[in-house]
């Protein structure tokens, strides 16, 4: 069992959708929750950043951990064309000096 | 935000040769970073870890002796592929975490390597 799981999509959906992406892990230990965008070529950029359980909402996006569960999603509100690319989620025991463990990535197209 | 950077964006190069990828913290200092191979459509498979004053660690199956790392300062480490091969072709990407915050990592925009 990997421990972090993903679903590779592609996903595609109408402009204006609301979003879910999800991921499962299978260490109780981790703490520290991301989720990354990546577009073609480019390296990953930090959208969410979450620490044990909980919501997180930054403008069009709400990141929830259940740790419960060890389930942890992404949603994206009124989705635009540009939100297109690759979420990584990623997940790992301590802050940023510690190793991340990555998810394979959600493509997502957001059609216009 | 953070800003790493990384140089050359990418590469081409002759089998045999060897190439060398920097990564720069540019607003703040790193004594931890990351380097991550990713092939297309695929996640990132985390290299190794660098630490600034001391030798990196490799992940399990990454060849040390192939894959040179330095972390010469508190802002610039550097992956060499030495005798580079068709199969290192990939896209190289580094990170660095950034304590003073959310100590989480921030990812550089990536070195496209193609070894021909």
């Known amino acids: 069992q990997k421990e972090v799981e993903q679903d590779p999509g592609p996903l595609s959906v109408p402009e204006g959708a609301i979003v879910s992406l999800n991921c499962t892990y299978s260490?109780?230990?981790?703490?520290?929750f991301m989720w990354y965008r990546q577009y073609s070529r480019k390296g990953p950029e930090l959208l969410m950043y979450?620490?044990?359980?909980g919501n997180k909402e930054d403008g069009r996006f709400t990141a929830q951990v259940d740790k419960s569960s060890k389930y942890i999603s992404l949603f994206i509100r009124d989705s635009q064309p540009s939100d297109s690319a690759t979420y990584l989620c990623?997940?790992?025991?301590?802050?940023?000096?510690?190793?991340?463990?990555f998810g394979t990535g959600t493509r997502l197209k957001v059609l216009a | 935000g953070a800003v790493v950077s990384q140089h050359p964006s990418r590469v081409i190069c002759k089998s045999g040769t060897s190439v060398k990828i920097e990564c720069r913290s540019l607003d703040f200092q790193a004594t931890t970073m990351f380097w991550y191979r990713q092939f297309p459509k695929q996640s990132l498979m985390l290299m190794a870890t660098s630490n600034e004053g001391s030798k990196a660690t490799y992940e399990q199956g990454v060849e040390k002796d192939k894959f040179l790392i330095n972390h010469a300062s508190l802002t610039l480490s550097t992956l060499t592929v030495t005798s580079a091969h068709p199969e290192d072709s990939s896209f190289y990407i580094c990170s660095a975490p950034r304590s003073d915050r959310e100590s989480t990592q921030y990812f550089g925009p990536g070195t496209r390597l193609l070894v021909l």
């Open positions: 260490n109780s230990a981790f703490q520290y």
């Open positions: 990623a997940t790992g025991r301590g802050s940023g000096t510690y190793k991340y463990i």
């Open positions: 979450t620490y044990s359980s």
